[in-house]
């Protein structure tokens, strides 16, 4: 097997030399290609302060496949095994209600960095940077308006929350010795016809910019929008325009979750508008279908032109790369690493783009030799290179991943 896959990459690499590409080249800019893996992915979101609790704002985790994970052990266990079939270097991404609740659970406005601090030891002695999230829904004052309720008791819990998980954020970024990203996602919003879209945005604003006042040096703020949820589907207080004038107006960071938006609209095409007016993008990579159904994501046309268009921009150290997708209804490790393998496979393939020869083509006005070009990269061996890079980082090559996870399902999964 090896030396078939050295073969065929020697020939790719060749075959790329003729379109100006340098294979090696894109190898080494893997590396910096480090994925935000999204812890929820191993237990439908459901989080340890409820194990029996619904999940509520407006998301949902269909199916029943056994075998999720049921506590702080078997997330971890979970996630390294996930990460052990992923070629680079990886972050975890936590939300709030994973916090290690071993002294007794405690309420959201309660919360404090020594919640966490096992998920930061954890980290580091796993190789892991940590990312965070605040969690606004599954909860009892989740109700339809958290960060923009106009019941100041509500509203002020929710504040709390949110400053809280900053502190702790900001706590991460100092132990790990890197900035941890922490993103903010509420689902305030309305079933039906409200009338009063000012009022509640305008509380959410003054909720943010409370929320924001204090300094913190070790984390970075992320905000992410939605056109809609389940049971929300009139209105959306964080709408995408909401956020973009907020996150250009204050310098945060604006999340793309590809399933947040119309779905005829280019998630890719934002990358190079947002960079002009913001710092960082941060992308939760999912897949929609036909509403924001958090398929797990695969190298498709939409992710491939995310890939592409980050790479387009150069702008690969402004984007942080997190997934954001929770199927319950097959092997849960498996979709994990389908996902993040196939966010690696759109990335590697833009970073074998003949971006010089396309350019200089768009340059001359040779539009058909343009078009040309790009229909044909879809068919180079950018897979051989895939595999190579696998190989050389000791992990899977091409479908072998499947018997790694057939065997900790029989060993692990199966027995929970
Ligand atoms: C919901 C948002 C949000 C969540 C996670 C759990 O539509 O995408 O990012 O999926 O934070
Ligand atoms: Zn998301």
Same mark, same amino acid.
């Given at each position: 097997?090896e030396?078939?896959?050295k073969?065929?990459?020697e020939?790719?690499?060749?075959?790329?030399?003729?379109?100006?590409?340098?294979? !090696?080249k894109?190898i080494?800019e893997?590396?910096?290609?480090?994925?935000s893996l999204?812890?929820w992915?191993?237990?439908?979101?459901t989080?340890?302060e409820?194990? +029996?609790g619904?999940l509520?704002g407006g998301?949902?985790?269909?199916?029943?496949?056994?075998? %999720?994970?049921?506590?702080i052990? !078997?997330v971890?266990?979970?996630?390294?095994k996930?990460?052990?079939?992923?070629?680079?270097?990886?972050?975890?991404?936590?939300?709030?209600i994973?916090?290690?609740?071993s002294? #007794?659970?405690?309420?959201?406005?309660q919360?404090?960095p020594k919640?966490f601090e096992?998920w930061?030891?954890?980290?580091?002695?796993?190789g892991f940077?940590l990312?965070?999230?605040?969690s606004?829904?599954?909860?009892?004052?989740?109700g339809?308006?958290?960060l923009?309720?106009p019941?100041?008791?509500?509203?002020?819990?929710?504040?709390?929350?949110t400053?809280?998980c900053?502190r702790?954020?900001?706590?991460m970024g100092r132990?790990?010795?890197?900035?941890?990203?922490m993103n903010l996602?509420i689902?305030d919003g309305?079933? =039906?016809i409200?009338?009063?879209?000012?009022?509640?945005?305008q509380l959410?604003?003054d909720?943010?910019?409370?929320?924001?006042?204090?300094?913190m040096?070790?984390?970075?703020?992320c905000?992410?929008?939605?056109?809609?949820g389940?049971?929300?589907e009139s209105?959306?207080?964080?709408?995408?325009?909401f956020?973009?004038?907020?996150?250009a107006k204050n310098?945060k960071?604006?999340?793309? +979750?590809?399933?947040?938006?119309?779905?005829t609209e280019?998630i890719a095409? %934002?990358?190079s508008?947002?960079l002009?007016?913001?710092?960082?993008v941060?992308?939760? *990579?999912?897949r929609p279908?036909?509403? &924001?159904?958090?398929? *797990?994501?695969l190298?498709?046309?939409?992710?491939? +032109?995310?890939?592409?268009?980050?790479i387009?921009c150069?702008a690969? &150290?402004?984007?942080?790369?997190g997934? &954001?997708?929770?199927?319950?209804?097959i092997?849960?490790i #498996?979709?994990y690493?389908? @996902?993040?393998?196939?966010?690696?496979?759109?990335?590697?393939?833009?970073?074998? !783009?003949?971006l010089?020869?396309l350019?200089?083509?768009?340059?001359?006005g040779?539009?058909? !030799?343009?078009?040309?070009?790009?229909?044909e990269?879809?068919?180079?061996p950018?897979?051989?290179v895939? =595999?190579?890079y696998?190989?050389?980082? @000791?992990?899977?090559?091409?479908e072998?991943?499947?018997?790694?996870?057939?065997?900790y399902?029989?060993?692990?999964t199966?027995?929970r």
């Amino acid at each position: 097997m090896e030396s078939l896959v050295k073969q065929a990459y020697e020939i790719a690499k060749q075959r790329y030399a003729k379109i100006g590409v340098d294979v !090696e080249k894109a190898i080494a800019e893997m590396d910096k290609i480090s994925l935000s893996l999204h812890c929820w992915q191993t237990d439908d979101v459901t989080g340890f302060e409820n194990p +029996d609790g619904q999940l509520s704002g407006g998301i949902q985790a269909t199916g029943n496949y056994p075998g %999720k994970a049921r506590n702080i052990e !078997e997330v971890r266990a979970d996630l390294v095994k996930a990460a052990s079939l992923l070629p680079g270097k990886h972050r975890i991404n936590l939300h709030a209600i994973y916090a290690d609740f071993s002294d #007794g659970v405690v309420d959201r406005d309660q919360l404090e960095p020594k919640h966490f601090e096992s998920w930061m030891v954890w980290a580091k002695e796993n190789g892991f940077v940590l990312d965070f999230n605040s969690s606004s829904f599954s909860h009892p004052l989740s109700g339809s308006l958290t960060l923009a309720n106009p019941d100041e008791k509500i509203r002020r819990f929710w504040i709390e929350h949110t400053k809280r998980c900053r502190r702790i954020a900001n706590e991460m970024g100092r132990y790990q010795g890197q900035p941890c990203v922490m993103n903010l996602w509420i689902h305030d919003g309305s079933k =039906d016809i409200t009338v009063n879209r000012m009022y509640y945005r305008q509380l959410l604003k003054d909720s943010l910019d409370e929320i924001f006042a204090e300094e913190m040096p070790y984390m970075k703020d992320c905000i992410e929008a939605k056109l809609f949820g389940i049971g929300a589907e009139s209105y959306t207080v964080g709408s995408y325009d909401f956020y973009l004038g907020y996150g250009a107006k204050n310098n945060k960071i604006v999340t793309l +979750d590809t399933g947040h938006f119309h779905l005829t609209e280019s998630i890719a095409d %934002k990358i190079s508008s947002l960079l002009l007016f913001t710092p960082e993008v941060m992308l939760h *990579v999912s897949r929609p279908i036909r509403w &924001d159904s958090d398929h *797990v994501t695969l190298m498709n046309d939409d992710t491939m +032109d995310l890939a592409k268009e980050i790479i387009r921009c150069d702008a690969l &150290d402004k984007v942080n790369i997190g997934l &954001d997708y929770f199927d319950a209804s097959i092997n849960r490790i #498996g979709a994990y690493v389908i @996902g993040s393998r196939a966010t690696q496979k759109s990335f590697l393939q833009a970073l074998l !783009e003949p971006l010089e020869i396309l350019r200089k083509y768009e340059a001359n006005g040779q539009n058909f !030799e343009r078009l040309a070009l790009l229909e044909e990269c879809k068919g180079m061996p950018w897979n051989a290179v895939w =595999d190579y890079y696998c190989m050389t980082q @000791g992990v899977p090559v091409g479908e072998t991943f499947i018997e790694d996870v057939q065997q900790y399902e029989k060993d692990v999964t199966s027995k929970r």
